[in-house]
């Protein structure tokens, strides 16, 4: 399966962006989908990841108040709704597919299948 993340863009602080991560090559309905996203000069670190029956993990509080991950499986894409974003959401954000049909907040391994990812800018 092949990934791509898309919908990034240059928003101002307190803004929203909505990603999409698509899918080719094979049906996302079997895997457990995460965001990932890496900042200039940083580790990528994880966003949020679904399940495959729609259970939504936020591997921080600040994601968890913020964001909201969905699947929508009849189009085959996973989606990442951003709020009240902040200059330091500012990275590169890609989706990848867990080799297990679950996630686990403590536990951010286990991904495969990256994607390109989508530039996410929040600057006034």
């Known amino acids: 399966v092949q990934l791509q993340a898309s919908g990034g863009g240059l928003v101002q602080p307190g803004g929203s962006l909505r990603l999409s991560c698509a899918a080719s090559g094979d049906t996302l309905d079997r895997y457990a989908i995460g965001w990932f996203r890496q900042a200039p000069g940083k580790e990528r670190e994880g966003v949020s990841c679904i399940s495959v029956i729609g259970d939504s993990t936020y591997y921080t509080d600040s994601e968890k108040a913020r964001f909201t991950i969905s699947r929508d499986n009849a189009k085959n894409t996973v989606y990442l709704q951003m709020n009240s974003l902040r200059p330091e959401d500012t990275a590169v954000y890609y989706c990848?597919?867990?080799?297990?049909?679950?996630?686990?907040?403590?536990?951010?391994?286990?991904?495969?299948?990256w994607g390109q990812g989508t530039q996410v800018t929040v600057s006034s």
């Open positions: 990848a597919r867990r080799r297990s049909r679950f996630c686990s907040k403590y536990d951010q391994t286990g991904f495969t299948n």
